[in-house]
């Protein structure tokens, strides 16, 4: 089965808290990537990478940093933590080889900046 | 960046009803694909299409590529209490060589029993 796992499914942080968000993929998959999920708007993509130490901006990633150092493993920084990046975090992974390749979610990480 | 539109966002539905769910875009995708995430969990594929024209049937759900590549639909027939859930679709950003997976902003569906 492959597998997804983000690091905390709930976290509480304060206002100007350097945060780490850590996902790991068992899959080998090229690609990862950073959504966040708020109502109404969908997922929007934070950040992605396709390769070790590669890294491409989304659409929102401002207040946000990334770091992949290894194939299986991609963090997402929020530098200073603010109450507007409260939300849902979702880590997926994807080989994107193939138009029919699947990405694979985690669980989901519930942020609260307070 | 390519942008996929959803709709409708929110849909109510009595179970035994009919419901179709579109996706839009100005851009051609290479495919489009459908996920549903159930809530406390991560969206899970249901179907990639990636022939303009193409239908795919899975069960009582039936999606179908548009003869442009540039929008899919999805539709269940007969809804169920079961096929409650966020509805998303997905698809490959083009302008991006390196495989950015952009979605829409999804369709919350509840089927009342």
């Known amino acids: 089965d492959v597998k997804v796992t983000q690091s905390s499914r709930y976290l509480v942080k304060r206002t100007g808290e350097k945060v780490f968000l850590e996902c790991v993929q068992d899959?080998?998959?090229?690609?990862m990537f950073w959504y966040r999920q708020d109502p109404g708007l969908g997922l929007r993509l934070i950040y992605f990478?396709?390769?070790?130490?590669?890294?491409e901006k989304g659409d929102i990633p401002e207040g946000y940093s990334v770091s992949r150092e290894k194939k299986e493993r991609f963090s997402l920084i929020l530098e200073s933590a603010s109450t507007n990046q409260t939300s849902m975090y979702l880590c997926?992974?994807?080989?994107?080889?193939?138009?029919?390749?699947?990405?694979?979610f985690g669980q989901g990480t519930r942020l609260t900046v307070v | 960046t390519q942008l996929l539109e959803q709709s409708p966002q929110f849909l109510s539905i009595q179970e035994g009803e009919n419901l179709t769910v579109y996706c839009n875009s100005s851009?051609?995708?290479?495919?489009l694909q459908w996920y549903r995430q159930e809530p406390g969990e991560g969206p899970v594929l249901l179907v990639t299409?990636?022939?303009?024209?193409e239908v795919k049937k899975l069960k009582r759900l039936t999606f179908q590529f548009g003869d442009a590549r540039k929008d899919s639909s999805l539709h269940i027939t007969a809804a169920q209490p079961g096929d409650t859930g966020l509805y998303l679709c997905?698809?490959?950003?083009?302008?991006?060589?390196?495989?950015?997976?952009?979605f829409g902003q999804g369709t919350t569906l509840q089927v009342k029993p």
């Open positions: 851009s051609v995708f290479s495919s």
């Open positions: 299409v990636v022939t303009g024209g």
């Open positions: 997905a698809g490959e950003d083009g302008s991006s060589n390196t495989g950015k997976l952009i």
């Open positions: 899959m080998d998959h090229e690609n």
């Open positions: 990478s396709y390769d070790v130490k590669m890294k």
């Open positions: 997926a992974s994807t080989f994107l080889r193939s138009l029919e390749d699947e990405a694979f």
